[in-house]
């Protein structure tokens, strides 16, 4: 049997995504396939596309906004993921901790390094967009905190970054998270139960 491609297109803004990638390795456990993490800009991708973050495009929708957040909580419990916290800073601007991110997956490190922000973004909240604070956090996180934001600075890095995120918005995405199976675009957390059934049709 030919296993599928299973990608995974994040940006830690997103504290779905952050629901969504503690839930793949149950996904990965039970189906044998394996999430490639791509990194694209969100903001970027809400520009290319025309979206906006909900809290902006249902701003004159209370019970839409209300459902969302309810949704939320009923996830968080289904799944037990009682680390995540609210971060107080939000939204925040990741423009410097997603370059890093692509400096990190080419030096061979994206896993850890996606493991660490994640985690100082939505279970030990920070305010990730202020230099100090995100070296600070990847040291702690046993990261090479100097190369990477030295690294977030370069035209390669920049525009592998910016290449990602127009090539999503090309293969239809115009949200976080997005997944893809071969090339069958799923958006959002709540079709992780169709992209299993995918994985393992």
Known sequence: MVMK???FL???ASPNAYLAHRVLPQIEARTGAKFTYT???LGGLFKLTGNQAPMFAFAN???KLAYEMLELRRFIAHHKLDAFQMNPFFPVNTLLIMRAAVA???DGVLTQY???VFHHMWEAPKKMDDPSVVAEAL???GLDAHRLLARAQEHEVKAKL???TENAAKRGAFGIPSFFVDDELYFGKNTLREIEDALTA
């Open 5 to 7: 491609t299973a990608e």
């Open 104 to 106: 990190a997956e080419i």
């Open 162 to 164: 910016m290449a990602n």
């Open 61 to 63: 929708i209370p019970n």
């Open 114 to 116: 996606a493991e660490a």
């Open 139 to 141: 040291a702690a996180s």
């Open 10 to 12: 994040f940006d830690f």
């Open 39 to 41: 990194p694209v800009l």
